[in-house]
């Protein structure tokens, strides 16, 4: 693990604004749709030419916390409800009423998983990686039927990083965790450290609030497939932002897939509806509709057959991006990743719940045949994110 940012190591005066390059995000880079972000308070404002070898580690700490801990707007349920000790000890401690703590972490380093600057002019945010560290985490617990309750966060930073950018990750990170329908789930505590590239991990602990979770093994033979949130928009959106087409050049649609890849929407509120209405199987989408159905199939022992025309509609929405980039949409429905949709699985004549669409049905394999995916009965092709290919 990189060393942690110590008082002793790091001298408390700042770096000269002469030594830093003017990293702040213009105004036009933020997408038009993306979810306004709440006002800091004067005592917490920052000069943007201040990076982190400017501050100890408890000078930094001393920002991040008052983001991390504002109280809940409008008198909402306290996200302290779990949190019986949050951050300032060596270890946070999180109530379990139920007896089961569901448990999810997820990484994201930069230029592997997100570009600071794209192709196409668009500037990453702090707020931008802290609203997607949230979407991401939130959607693993919501795929087992569970609710979070809380997070811990490891922040890895160079010593240019601006301080500003790490203030941003702090409000995205608890906008994220608002604005997505998770009012119970508390910033726990966390860890800064000093590295060679900036790195986020999100670990999430939720509650099965006495209920049974939700697994990618229970799809059976005759079984409804269906999805609940959307697939392809991340993918259009991280094709536009690659792409050299300028960022004023885009439309208020094109700019909404942008903003998905940004700022995911997974639909929260299907996870525990879905698994109160009987959901045999369920897992979150974030590696594309094949490879990740391809999950499920193998852990079912069953062959999920989608729906060709139900694709079809699915593809309706990315025309925008494709028409532009003269890409079939089809390629992002079967394997873009990071929309975080749920793909479950629902016994026959079970009504689905709200916010789901029938794509298909579960198949025993033929004896000769495997499991997978396949596409009005043909195979489909194994597309999708893989972390590890070159």
Known sequence: MPDPVSETAVPETAVPETAVPDTTVPETAVPETAVPETAVPDALQTDAALTVAG???????????????????????????????????????????????VLS????VADQDFRLEWNNGYRTTGYDVGWKAAAQNLSDINAMGARATSVV???????????????????GLVAGIRGLGAPACAVAGGDLGRGR????????????????PVLRSGARPGDTVALAGTVGRAAAGL???????????????QRSLLDTQCRPQPPLAAGPLAREAGASAMMDISDGLVRDGNRMAAASRA???????????????????SELLGTDPMAWVLGGGEDHGLLATFPAGVPLPPGF??????????PTESTGVTIAGRPADTVGWDHFAD
């Open 357 to 366: 669409t029938a794509i298909g049905s579960v198949e025993a394999p033929a």
């Open 105 to 108: 972490i997820d990484t994201q």
């Open 303 to 321: 062959v999920l057959n989608l729906d060709a025309a139900a694709l079809k509609e699915l593809a309706v929405p990315l025309l925008p991006a």
């Open 153 to 171: 966060v490891s922040l890895t930073m160079p010593p240019e990083t601006p301080v500003s950018w790490v203030e941003d990750f702090a409000d």
């Open 197 to 212: 590239e900036l790195a986020v991990s999100v670990a999430i602990v939720g509650t099965l609030d006495g209920k049974e």
């Open 239 to 253: 094709a536009l932002l690659e792409s050299n087409v300028p960022l004023g050049a885009l439309t208020a649609g």
């Open 55 to 101: 501050l100890s580690e408890s000078q930094l700490l001393g920002r991040i916390f008052p983001r991390l801990t504002t109280p809940q707007p409008n008198g909402g349920p306290a996200a302290a409800s779990y949190l019986l000790l949050g951050p300032g000890d060596d270890a946070a401690i999180v109530a379990a009423p139920d007896g089961r703590t």
